[in-house]
């Protein structure tokens, strides 16, 4: 099953405005990252929060991570036609022990209209 | 530096026939994923392995399998296939504790 909860499923804003996407989990995690996918082929990482980190930043992208609330937020500023894409985050799943395994949201599609 | 690369990148198998996908991950990187992204499923975690051994494995059947080789490239076979089995399959490598790097995927049809 999905841990990751992420909302909107989908947005759609035009060119320059600023896009924020959520993401929820449920159990205690290592760290958190952000993947982008463009038309259903490979994952791009963009980021990865451990869970001692509160905000990380990457060029554009604003991500921040509420360990009591089990929650980040991913913020692209200033978005381009290009972003358009679908954003994934993704949880170790285990604080504890290491499994090998991401659990992936089911994601948000971002449109960005030029 | 390369990437993580997947061949092929389109599979059209007939159901009942065998599947074998192929990675190779990052130069340097002894951890490979598996991944199954199907429609309406999102994506699943199929398989890890590390150094050879596999580690951990998703909630899959038995007739999806694999090995990792001794330069850490890695096979996922799919045995029995069945229509449910079409799918993009992505493969990842890390090191401990980083982010993953994706290949592109094979996109696996089973008609």
């Known amino acids: ?114 | 530096e390369a990437g993580v690369t997947q061949s092929p990148t389109h599979l059209i198998k007939t159901r009942g026939q065998q599947a074998t996908l192929r990675c190779s991950p990052i130069s340097g990187h002894t951890s490979v994923y598996w991944y199954q992204q199907a429609l309406g499923l999102g994506l699943q975690f199929l398989l890890w392995y590390d150094e050879g051994e596999e580690r951990n494995r998703g909630n899959f059947p038995p007739r999806f399998s694999g090995r990792q080789f001794p330069n850490y490239s890695s096979e996922l076979n799919v045995n029995a296939l069945e229509l449910e089995d079409s799918a993009l399959y992505l493969c990842a490598s890390s090191n401990v504790g980083g982010g993953y790097t994706f290949g592109s995927g094979t996109r696996l049809t089973v008609v």
């Open chain 1, 1 to 114: 099953s999905q841990q990751g909860e992420e909302d909107p499923q989908a947005l759609s804003i035009q060119e320059g405005e600023n896009a924020t996407m959520n993401c929820s989990y449920k159990t205690s995690i290592n760290n958190l990252q952000w993947y982008r996918q463009n038309s259903g082929r490979g994952l791009v990482h963009l980021i990865l929060i451990r869970s001692n980190e509160r905000e990380k930043h990457s060029g554009r992208l604003r991500v921040t991570l509420d360990t009591s609330k089990k929650s980040s937020s991913l913020l692209i500023t200033a978005s381009r036609a290009a972003d358009t894409a679908s954003y994934f985050c993704a949880t170790d799943g285990d604080g504890s022990s290491n499994t090998g395994k991401l659990i992936f949201g089911q994601g948000t599609t971002l449109q960005v209209k030029p």
